[in-house]
């Protein structure tokens, strides 16, 4: 097994030079980055799949206890139920993250040569090494969709009065998607950047500045690799698994395991509640919890995808700056 980077003098030390910083157009990082996944992404996959499992399995379940305590028999022991399956969601969540992470070098290893190839090998140097940027990069990605969200609620309910809702939505989402190209480096920087950087050393506010300073290299590049990772990997290529799954029947059979719970709960709730929250009927939201589940599944395991490309941009971001000032990233 190889050892995990040592960035403690600088960040364009030994492998990470060779195998990672180096300029690339950015068609050529896409092609790479794609063609790298789709020869060398099932180790990659492998290795976040228990997490996935566990951040999946762990929301239905929670779900299926929370709806079940409608029928009020039992219900200590299904709360208690609800709590244990959302500790199993955080946890694999914790888990997918540092997963993540890890993948930025192991990445780079790879581009390297080193192998064989072990997607897991550097989990262990990430969390004991870099737990406080992590916290500082998930406070961070907190801080970021919390004023998104607060941006989105202020642009959509006034400019909803005068456009149909679809057009204030489409506009606050290109609005928050060009700001978080910003910060979309944070990642990498916590994976990658040498341990003196600012950004490992100032926390959450330092860590955004710095992703802001590196994207600002080529904003252009970075915004238009980030578009093409987000639609692929979250809107087309779920999207096909989905329209396959209901063509098979697939999602019609699994919506049999929680729409009797689902109408049990909506049973519960007064006609006039379901008026004015105008919930769909239990079928409808069947079969949105199946699609949710099913995207996210599949969102989570091609993000070892987006994790090349982005590990590709940050290397040749830092070509563009040059070794001598790549230490200070």
Known sequence: MSEPFNHANDATSGNLTTGLVRERGTLEIFQKA??????????????????????????????LSALSVADMQNIPLKLLATFIMIAVMAYGFWHFFVYMASLNLTYAEQLSGKLPLKPGQNFKHILAERKNPLFAYLNGFVLVQLVAGIVFSLLVSPLAYFFPPAVPSLLAQILIFLAYTWFSMGFQLVAMGPETSQALQKGTIGLLK??????????????????????????????????LAELTGAIPWFN????????????????????????????????????????????????????????LAYGSLLSKRGSNQAGTV
């Open 34 to 63: 794609s063609a790298d996944f789709f020869k060398t992404g099932v180790p990659y996959i492998c290795a976040i799949l228990p997490a996935t499992a566990m951040i999946y399995g762990g929301s239905y379940l929670a779900l």
């Open 256 to 311: 049999q395991f929680h729409q009797g719970l689902i109408e049990s709960y909506r049973l519960q709730l007064s006609p006039v509640l379901l008026t004015l929250l105008e919930l769909p009927d239990s079928n409808d939201i069947s079969h949105q919890v199946s699609q949710f589940l099913l995207t996210g599944i599949v969102n989570s395991l091609l993000l070892p995808w987006g994790t090349f490309v982005y590990a």
């Open 210 to 243: 710095q992703s802001k300073a590196i994207v600002s290299e080529n904003y252009g590049r970075c915004f238009t690799l980030l578009l093409i990772s987000y639609l692929l990997t979250y809107y087309l290529i779920p999207g096909v698994f989905v329209s």
